[in-house]
């Protein structure tokens, strides 16, 4: 085959790749068109639950009202009625969409049999309501309005999850979407537990003196839930989001934190300390329903800006795949021009230059290059056959060079290896072994999420018979973290040894906060001691998770509300905790890792899994129940890899021995 027969097929195939590129392109493009159809159809069916939703919510407590008796009966049925015909248009508009969208959206047939089980559910509590409501002595409607509030509130609680699992199915790409579409699952969850306390709070009122502990929890737990959720929400606010979103989360916000707010602590602060509230069931379901329509209206304009959004991103991908096709067109045209000039102008010129290129193609350098003095393309190419040959040398070279300093990367990497392998076993050695010490044994567990870690414990026994202990886990994880936590683990031993009796143990924490450089990482921790004369404990919590007191009847409680971080702020101040250990008492202090340690779905262990297994496991000796909590943790996380660092530490308080003498 001649030379210039393989630079035209050569031709022709860059012109198809360039084809192929071109046409992968658009299909890349066709395929962003069908996820933004999908996002569009996903957002749509998303939308139609949360209204849904928030409706339900509506209906759960102007029903539970009606049930209590806080509502005028003729016309609280009347609206009751409209709500309800509201909450059924929007799960049927629900049920249309998802059924429409069933061939773009992937695995809507479990949402659809949740809407619809829903639904029924919903009429079946109706007819239970309603017969309640038609009969003139309140007794039985108040009897059944907790269940009722129960089963609504289920019925929401799925509702929502039905959405936010079609949420995680169609994840929004774009940082604006996501983050309204975390906004909207964040202002959800404060519309829900605002709705929540307007039912129960009205009740509370209503009789204030007879407020049970368990309904003030439930208030005291909403409003605490409303506020994280405020949170949440202002962490969203650093993405470039509009102005109009902006301004409208911004007014939403300050209305709750000037007005509503404050009235419901007042107003929990009176029921916890029975005395009579300002304010009466029916001013405050009114105020309530004025705090709900803002967030309300914070959704909607949330819900017609990732509408807009969606839309304008749907048009943007037709306008592409249109531009892309407008291109393979061109780029069609251009190679069959291509082929044209290649063989008119640059093929036959070539051949004298074919040998010449194809011993330079098969690394033969020393292949002398043949001298043309031309000025047209010829000699051109033939100076650039030159320089060719010189860059390869060059290359050549260059790659040899590589080699070598390949081979003295991997020695660095090998020695760097070794030397973090010898850190963890020094770290490891400094970590107490489980042990007895002065009516006090204790265990522990520790788990780096790499060779070296930032989590490390001590257990000190001090010379006026008290048993000094902490835990520390400082921030990030690695190298860094873990000097750091060798830094720690030193200071805190020596403050809890040289520490003179009576000095409080928040001196302590204080000073050592003082002092910590500002460069350096912060660390959260749990610093405490046991007094083994008078069977009581102390702790100081910095930003620690709350550890647990097992009992020795197998009772757990969770003791500390948290406190600020050691480094983050150096006037911070501590406050100690104490607490009765008596014998056959277990304090068990752990480290975030453990409760942030997520499945292979992207959930968390969590507090309440580790409440659970640590009362399930009450009766077992410590070493038994941290194996258990090890392996449990193993089968959760479905790996023996961590994200983060994980340390427990148990002590227990033996029982006491009777002397010899003291035996009958």
């Known amino acids: 085959m001649k030379i210039r027969h393989i630079l035209l097929i050569l031709t022709a195939f860059l012109g198809a790749a360039l084809l192929i590129a071109v046409a992968v392109q658009i299909r890349d493009e066709l395929l962003g068109y069908q996820t933004a159809e999908r996002m569009v159809a996903s957002n749509t069916v998303r939308e139609r639950l949360l209204l849904g939703t928030e409706a339900l919510a509506n209906e759960r407590s102007q029903t539970y009202m009606?049930?209590?008796?806080?509502?005028?009966?003729?016309s609280g049925l009347v609206e009751l009625r409209d709500v309800r015909r509201q909450?059924?248009?929007?799960?049927?508009?629900?049920?249309?969409?998802?059924?429409?969208?069933?061939?773009?959206?992937?695995?809507?047939?479990?949402?659809?049999?949740?809407?619809?089980?829903?639904?029924?559910?919903?009429?079946?509590?109706?007819?239970?309501?309603?017969?309640?409501?038609?009969?003139?002595?309140?007794?039985?409607?108040?009897q059944f309005a907790p269940r009722w509030f129960?089963?609504?509130?289920?019925?929401?609680?799925?509702?929502?999850?039905?959405?936010?699992?079609?949420?995680?199915?169609?994840?929004?790409?774009?940082?604006?979407?996501?983050?309204?579409?975390n906004l909207r699952a964040f202002a959800a969850i404060l519309s829900e537990s605002i709705a929540r306390n307007q039912a129960l709070m009205s009740r509370a009122l209503e009789n204030s003196s007879e407020v049970g502990g368990l309904e003030i929890d439930a208030i005291s737990q909403n409003a605490g839930r409303a506020a994280l959720a405020w949170e949440l929400i202002d962490g969203q606010m650093s993405v470039p989001l509009s102005e109009r979103v902006k301004g409208i989360v911004s007014r939403t916000?300050?209305?709750?934190?000037?007005?509503?707010?404050?009235?419901?602590?007042?107003l929990l602060a009176a029921l916890l300390g029975k005395v009579p509230p300002t304010l009466g069931p029916a001013e405050w379901y009114d105020l309530t329903g004025r705090a709900l329509s803002n967030i309300e209206l914070m959704q909607r304009e949330l819900l017609g800006s990732t509408r807009e959004r969606l839309e304008a991103e749907l048009r943007r991908a037709q306008r592409s795949v249109a531009l892309?096709?407008?291109?393979?067109?061109?780029?069609?045209?251009?190679?069959?021009?291509?082929?044209?000039?290649?063989?008119?102008?640059?093929?036959?010129?070539?051949?004298?230059?074919?040998?010449?290129?194809?011993?330079l193609a098969d690394n033969d350098l020393e292949t002398p290059l043949p001298r043309f003095s031309r000025a047209d393309e010829i000699g051109e190419m033939n100076d650039a056959l030159r320089v060719f040959k010189a860059n390869a040398i060059q290359r050549q070279r260059t790659q040899n060079e590589k080699q070598i300093l390949h081979g003295r990367l991997r020695e660095a990497y090998s020695q760097l290896q070794k030397d973090l392998e010898a850190a963890a076993v020094i770290q490891r050695t400094m970590l107490p072994p489980s042990s007895r010490v002065d009516g006090v044994e204790y265990h522990g567990l520790f788990r780096p999420s790499s060779l070296i870690a930032g989590d490390t414990y001590n257990v000190v026994r001090r010379t006026d018979g008290a048993v000094g202990f902490f835990q520390v886990d400082v921030a990030g994880h690695g190298a860094a973290a873990a000097l750091v936590s060798v830094a720690c683990h030193h200071a805190l031993s020596?403050?809890?040894?040289?520490?003179?009796?009576?000095?409080?143990l928040e001196e302590i924490a204080v000073q050592i906060n003082e002092e910590w450089?500002?460069?350096?990482?912060?660390?959260?921790?749990?610093?405490?001691?046991?007094?083994?004369?008078?069977?009581?404990?102390?702790?100081?919590?910095?930003?620690?998770?709350?550890?647990?007191?097992?009992?020795?009847?197998?009772?757990?409680?969770?003791?500390?509300?948290?406190g600020f971080p050691v480094g983050m702020l150096p006037a911070a101040s501590y406050e100690r905790l104490e607490f009765d250990l008596g014998p056959g008492d277990r304090l068990f202090i752990y480290s975030d890792g453990l409760v942030e340690a997520e499945d292979q779905s992207g959930e968390q262990f969590s507090e309440d899994r580790l409440c659970a297994l640590v009362r399930e496991a009450a009766a077992d000796p410590s070493a038994v129940l941290l194996d258990r909590l090890d392996d449990v943790l193993r089968n959760w996380r479905g790996s023996e890899t961590l994200d983060d660092d994980l340390s427990v530490l148990m002590l227990e308080r033996l029982p006491e021995r009777m002397p010899a003498h003291a035996v009958h």
């Open 66 to 74: 009606l049930l209590i008796g806080q509502r005028n009966e003729a």
């Open 253 to 266: 916000h300050e209305n709750y934190s000037s007005t509503f707010a404050p009235l419901q602590r007042s």
């Open 494 to 504: 020596q403050a809890i040894l040289t520490r003179t009796q009576g000095t409080p």
């Open 517 to 562: 450089p500002e460069d350096l990482p912060y660390f959260t921790m749990i610093l405490g001691e046991i007094d083994a004369r008078t069977q009581r404990a102390s702790i100081i919590q910095a930003g620690h998770p709350s550890p647990l007191v097992i009992r020795s009847n197998g009772a757990v409680e969770m003791i500390g509300e948290g």
């Open 150 to 181: 129960q089963e609504a509130t289920r019925l929401v609680e799925e509702l929502q999850s039905s959405r936010m699992t079609i949420l995680q199915r169609e994840r929004p790409l774009d940082p604006v979407l996501r983050t309204e579409a």
């Open 87 to 142: 909450v059924d248009d929007l799960l049927n508009a629900a049920e249309r969409e998802i059924t429409a969208t069933q061939a773009s959206l992937s695995n809507t047939a479990s949402s659809l049999k949740t809407v619809s089980r829903i639904r029924q559910d919903i009429g079946i509590l109706r007819q239970q309501a309603d017969g309640f409501l038609g009969i003139a002595e309140s007794s039985g409607a108040e």
């Open 324 to 359: 892309w096709s407008m291109l393979l067109l061109l780029g069609a045209a251009a190679v069959l021009a291509s082929i044209l000039v290649v063989r008119r102008r640059v093929v036959r010129p070539l051949e004298g230059l074919s040998q010449t290129m194809l011993r």
